[in-house]
Structure formats: C-alpha cells, structure tokens
C-alpha cells in the first residue's frame, strides 16, 4: 500500500507458462469482485495479472498518480528483465487519468521525472495492446456531481440527508480544484493519450450506448482521432450494459473479444520483434561497411605514403624503378633487386632514331624548324638521344606569332 493506491499481482504463474501481462489499471468505480472477475478471465486466457488500484483522488492529484505510476513501473520492469513478454494496459472507467495516463509519460519521456532510459525502451518495446473498458472519461466538472455519488457511499447506512451532505460537499471541493489548475492538467491527460500512438500498438474499446458517465460521443470522439493519428482501433459497443459492467451482462462476447484481441497483441508483439531484429542488423552492417570503409581509407593512405618507395604498390612509379635497380646498398639481397629488375619493362620500348620506324615517327612528330625556336638534341639518358629548346624571344606577344605559325 502507498499514497494513491496499491499495486499487486492478481495471478501468477511461478513456471513462467503465461503469455503475457495484463497491467489492469482500476479506479474507485470499479468494486473488488468485479476486479476479481477480470483477473480471472485472463487467467484462464494464460495471462498474468498485475493490478493498479488507485484511490478516487487520485485522479484529482497528479503527484499521488506519478508516484503510484513508478511503483507500478518498477514491478513490472523486474518482471521483464527477468522474461521480456507481452504486455497489455487494461483501463477501467478513470484510471487512465489515476494512473495510467502518468506511466504512459514517463515510459515515453514526456515527464520530468525519469526511469532509466533502457528500462523505458523495455516496457515499450514489451507494450503490444490498450484495452479501454468504459473510458476514458472526460474530466470536467460536471463529472463530479456524477461520482460524488459513488456506489460504496449509497450502500452506506446513514440517511440520506447525510449522504445529500457528503456528495455536495465533495463536489464543491473539486469544483475549487478545475477553477485552479485542473484545465490545464485535463489537456496534458488527453494529449497523452492521443501520443500513445506512437508506441505501436493497437486499441481495444468496449463501450455502451446508455452509460453516463463514459458518454458514447466521448469514446467516438477520442477513436476517430486515434485513427487520425494513424492507430489501429476497434470499438465494441453495447446497448443497454451498465458502466464498467460489460463483462458481467455480456459474459460470452466479452471473453471472445478480449480472446481474440490477445491474439492480435502477440503477433503485434513478435512483429516488434522481427522490427527490432531488423534495425540490428541494419545497424551492424552499416557498422560493418564504415569499418571497411575506413581500412580501405588507412590502406590506401598507406600506399600514397609509399609511392616510389615499394615496387609492389600500385602507384610505383616506373621512373624510380631504374634508381632502385642500381642501388648499391649491401643489405640489399638478391631477391630484391631480382624482385625490382621485374618492373623494368614498364619503361617506354625504346626505339632506334635512326631505323626506318624511327626516322619516320621523328620527322612525323617532330618539327624540324619553328620559328623562334631552336630544337637541338642536348644528350642522353639511359643511351637514348633528348631534345632540349631555347627560346630566342620571351616575351608572350613573340610567342604566340610563332604558334600560329607551326604546322603541329
């Protein structure tokens, strides 16, 4: 027991057999036995219990609520660490705004008051099913007249002048609170809901036609913009079944919606998985491609460090190849310099000036006199001849004539 209420497991099963968690959020207008039905119905569906029982003010209070809410999460974070599975939020009537509406916050980083962020991702990632029975209801303050009358103070055995006593009393209290701040608390309630799509997960709604105090126009209002909002949402609506009473007078369908709604919630929660899987490997092999990416960088830097140093990088130079063959260095081996030899036929062919193939490509290829210039062979490298020129005028005007000029 803590301020605001009190959270306990319902049922559950010690041989971790059960399919998932239902985190059953209830509030003052639901009874016990009630509550003792619902734990049941799951049980017997192969689901664990975990049951949030806030206090009526609670809901009025959202300091009591926060605290309640990071009770709630740190059971239910050790039951996840121990056995990650999955998980559905069951609200009753206002509980969504006694509790549930808080950890939805603080799971999603929209509270100043953080859990460790590893164990937030958990409960979303586990988080697969939102089922609303009755609800959400709408906090205004014509509410309060509605529960002042709550049923535990009805069977009450005083008079009911008393009991006329209590519930305005009551009233007029929490008319003074929505004077003061409650307005802006009722808007940072709906908005969280509505962000709930975010997590993924798909809506479950049973409803009536005839209830009070979770109106039907409520309900539809708040679907149509889940839907909007891009969330999966199913309503199921009763004629005539009373608020937070749909399982009592519609026993067979009830439990064959809820059935078939946790089927939905496990595959859900295995395409969760299946998602994450994906983004893992998607980020391993994007780690795995900058790895490569930055060894090929390093090898390559490597190799535009060793130019003309190795005869076995890719940029060696054919011109150093001749200087590396001649060197005279004694701790050279003869394996280098029979390894370094092996490059030499990357040097141009030579050719002799003055064959037949050679004398046809110099007189084809090179001018024989070009005004301005003077082209005479200066000697030779390696036993072939070079040209070398001088110009007789430097100056760009008595450069370009000649340029013109030239038969090239």
């Given at each position: 027991m803590i301020g605001g209420g009190r959270v306990y497991w319902g049922k559950k099963a010690d041989d971790g057999g059960s399919n998932g968690i239902v985190v059953i959020f209830a509030w003052s207008s639901i009874n016990e036995n009630q509550l003792t039905s619902f734990v049941d119905l799951y049980s017997s569906l192969g689901w664990n219990s975990l049951v949030c029982r806030a206090d009526f003010l609670t809901a009025f209070y959202p300091q009591m609520a926060l605290s309640l809410a990071f009770h709630l999460l740190a059971e239910l974070v050790e039951e996840l660490k121990t056995r990650p599975c999955p998980v559905i939020f069951l609200a009753f009537s206002g509980a969504p705004k006694a509790c549930m509406y808080k950890v939805l916050q603080v799971i999603m980083g929209g509270c100043e008051t953080q859990i460790h962020p590893g164990d937030s991702q958990l409960v979303r990632n586990c988080l697969c099913g939102h089922v609303y029975d009755s609800g959400p209801l709408d906090f205004t303050s014509d509410l309060n007249t509605k529960f002042a009358l709550h049923p535990s103070i009805r069977r009450m055995s005083v008079p009911s002048r008393l009991v006329s006593w209590?519930?305005?009393g009551i009233s007029s209290g929490l008319d003074g609170l929505y004077l003061t701040r409650f307005e802006s608390q009722r808007s940072e309630y709906w908005q969280t809901l509505y962000s709930s799509v975010e997590i993924g997960a798909p809506y479950l709604f049973l409803c009536s036609e005839n209830d009070k105090l979770a109106?039907?126009?409520?309900?539809?209002?708040?679907?149509?913009?889940?839907q909007e909002l891009g969330g999966e949402v199913k309503v199921v609506?009763?004629?005539n079944s009373p608020h937070a009473g749909h399982y009592t007078h519609n026993p067979i369908q009830y439990r064959a919606v809820i059935a078939n709604f946790l089927e939905k919630a496990i595959s859900a929660h295995l395409h969760k998985i299946q998602q994450l899987g994906e983004r893992a490997r998607t980020h391993d092999e994007i780690s795995e491609?900058?790895?490569d990416l930055q060894k090929v960088a390093v090898n390559s830097n490597q190799s535009l460090k060793r130019v003309a140093t190795g005869p076995s990088d890719h940029f060696f130079l054919p011109s150093s190849a001749p200087y590396q063959s001649n060197n005279n260095d004694p701790s050279s081996s003869q394996d280098e310099q029979r390894e370094r030899s092996s490059f030499c036929p990357l040097q141009p062919t030579s050719i002799n000036a003055h064959s037949v193939l050679g004398q046809f490509l110099f007189d084809s290829c090179v001018p024989k006199n070009i005004e301005g210039w003077d082209i005479r062979f200066g000697g030779c490298?390696?036993?072939q001849p070079y040209a070398t020129s001088s110009s007789r005028k430097n100056s760009y005007r008595g450069f370009k004539k000649p340029?013109?000029?030239s038969k090239l």
């Open positions: 209590m519930a305005k109106p039907h126009q409520v309900i539809s209002s708040f679907t149509h913009q889940l609506k009763w004629k491609l900058i790895c490298i390696n036993g340029l013109l000029r």
